[in-house]
């Protein structure tokens, strides 16, 4: 007998002929358009962009599907009177609009949180503000290895609502979930992981409190089955134990734990009453960087009780690293070019720093997301020869650097730029033979781009036309 998801089922029964808003029209709600015409929901898209400026593939749905629309700076003034409304993570969930909504009865959910809800089989989310994609990639890989049926969403991969009809009991989906996606999460994966926490993404949220308040939403509402994966390093996420209700698995790179998984002398191990055992050599692997040693050891803590230890050898072996991450694009006259456009915080910035023995040229600077720029200094004047600075953020990395260079009594060359063209032309000209030129902005890249994949695509053209 095949498989019936019943909570499915009453789902498609349920939305039939009410009233749904959809609020944006990224690529996670895009899909919702044709699911929610099939099961004959009444539909109203909202998006704060022009007409002129949606996407023509939704706007053609809309106008075929005979759906109501609301665009433009003032488009939620037309919220009122929904059964359900799916937000974008992009919006937030106290918009006065939705508060308005949510005292008069509405539902509130997302794409993402209802596929927490109808998935039949386990989920495994991932988040932190470091190493969330290679984790996730890293865990979906393992699974994939053991010869699951996976499904890869969330940040990356594919909108899953739509596929949750093809899914199965002994299904797994793997979910990157960022901080947005999180907020007024009240649906839990069955395994959580949070890489990390650090300051991010303060010009969106309120305050670092409710940030760190948002990520604690992969765990909080699971029950005593539920997984958590924490970091033991992390000052925030070690602590956060008191709050799981089910089992704690740690990962570390800096203490040799009892219990959990670590990185020590060059081996990933497994933790258990003391008892330490190899698993993985690092020297195995394609991935560089104590930072994605961790990565690879909360992917194994989070997949152990899945899948054995030799599938995630093998899987974690044949892994070659995620685009835009530390990735290796070409090298010139002795010169190593690496694309690690994903570093838009200080804090990835620095895990890059710290992946090379080698001298680095450091490219960095960009959007100004209100971040501390502090801490980035000791490990540029500790990594880098020479520093390439453009963006808006260039002032704040540059001020930061100077003043720790006069704390130690050290000088360094640094240069200022305008564009991303100009900057790799000035790292050319520096850069010596044995040397790193490290693309690692340390800042979003909306000022200049639309995304860092759209920036680190940009820098690895550049650099092969060099």
Sequence with gaps: ????????????????????????????????????????????????????????????????YEMNFSFGPDSLSK????????????????????????????VLTSEIEMVLELCPGKVIGVTGSDGKTTTTSLIYEIVKEKGYTCYLGGNIGIPLFTQIENMKLEDIVVLELSSFQLMNMKTSPDIAVITNIAPNHLDIHKSYEEYIES??????NQDDKGLVVLNYDNEITSKMYREAKGKVIYFSSKTKLDNGFIYDDGFIKSCSDGIRRHILNTKDVVLRGIHNYENIAAAIAATSTLVDVHTQIKAVSNFKGVEHRLELVK????????????????????????????????IAGGYDKHLDYTPIAKPIVENVSKLVLLG????????AVNTELRAENKNMPIYRCDTLQSAIDKAYEIAETGEIVLFSPASASFDMFKNFMERGEKFKELVNNL
Excluded: H
Excluded at 90 to 103: A, G
Excluded at 344 to 357: C, E, K, Q
């Design 331 to 362: 090298e010139i006259n002795g010169v190593k070019w690496y694309n690690d456009s994903i570093g838009s915080s200080p804090s990835r910035t620095i895990a890059g720093l710290n992946s090379f023995d080698e001298k680095i040229v450091l």
């Design 1 to 64: 007998m095949s498989y019936i998801n019943k909570k499915l089922e009453e789902f498609n029964k349920y939305i039939k002929n009410k009233k749904v808003a959809i609020i944006g029209l990224g690529v996670s709600n895009l899909p919702l358009l044709d699911y929610l015409n099939k099961y004959k929901a009444k539909v109203t898209v909202f998006d704060e962009k022009e007409t002129a400026k949606i996407n023509q593939l939704a706007m053609e749905k809309i106008n075929n």
């Design 79 to 106: 919220l009122e009177g929904f059964d359900i409304i799916f937000r974008s993570p992009s919006c937030r969930p106290d918009r006065p609009e939705l508060v308005k909504e949510l005292e008069r009865g509405a």
């Design 215 to 220: 990520k604690k939403a992969i765990f909080e």
């Design 392 to 399: 808006a953020t260039a002032d704040k990395i540059n001020d």
